[in-house]
């Protein structure tokens, strides 16, 4: 394991919160005009060979029903995301004199995830995207508090570092020569 990327983890876990709405959400707003788009070329075409509506009725709807569970998948990767974090805090073993540089990191996350949650509210308020991503509830209600959420899961992984640095054994004094 590598024991420098568990400072590095709060980064990466911003980044994952915005590529991960961002892609499900534009894969969702595609899939939704690729659906809409079939219907009107199924009611343009007459053919006695192939019916384009009755394919899409059957086939693209039901799926494009299903892609609704989009939003709540996203909500669950990003906890998920955010416990692993935790847990690779955990039994990642640092040095104690490294715990400030990552507390150094985790102020430069608050500052960029207030930037990025900001970005956010102006694609969720305007855009293509932003229908969409009204729908995504919890997953928006991370993007929005990012700020909050970099700041509880780097205390909290900062203090799984500490724990863990205390309980190595290769990192404590020992009394006597």
């Not at 970099?150 to 900062?158: D, S, Y």
Request: proline share 2%; charged share 10%; net charge neutral.
């Amino acid at each position: 394991m590598n024991k420098k990327a568990g400072t590095f983890l709060v980064i990466s876990w911003i980044v994952a919160v915005f590529v991960v709405i961002f892609f499900l959400a534009a894969y969702l707003y595609a899939h939704n005009l690729m659906t809409e788009k079939l219907l009107e070329a199924g009611a343009l075409i007459d053919s006695n060979v192939v019916n384009l509506t009755d394919a899409t009725q059957k086939v693209v709807v039901p799926i494009n029903s299903a892609m609704s569970a989009l939003t709540w998948i996203s909500f669950v990767m990003l906890v998920t995301l955010a416990f692993s974090t935790l847990v690779e805090n955990y039994y990642i073993r640092e040095h104690p004199v490294l715990i400030f540089f990552h507390i150094i990191v985790v102020v430069i996350g608050i500052i960029a995830a207030i930037y990025i949650s900001n970005a956010y509210e102006n694609f969720l308020t305007g855009g293509i995207l932003s229908t969409t991503l009204m729908q995504f509830t919890a997953s928006s209600y991370i993007a929005l508090y990012l700020p909050l959420w970099v700041a509880v899961i780097g205390i909290f992984g900062l203090i799984l570092l500490v724990i863990n640095a205390t309980r190595d054994p290769a990192l404590s004094v020992k009394g006597g020569i």
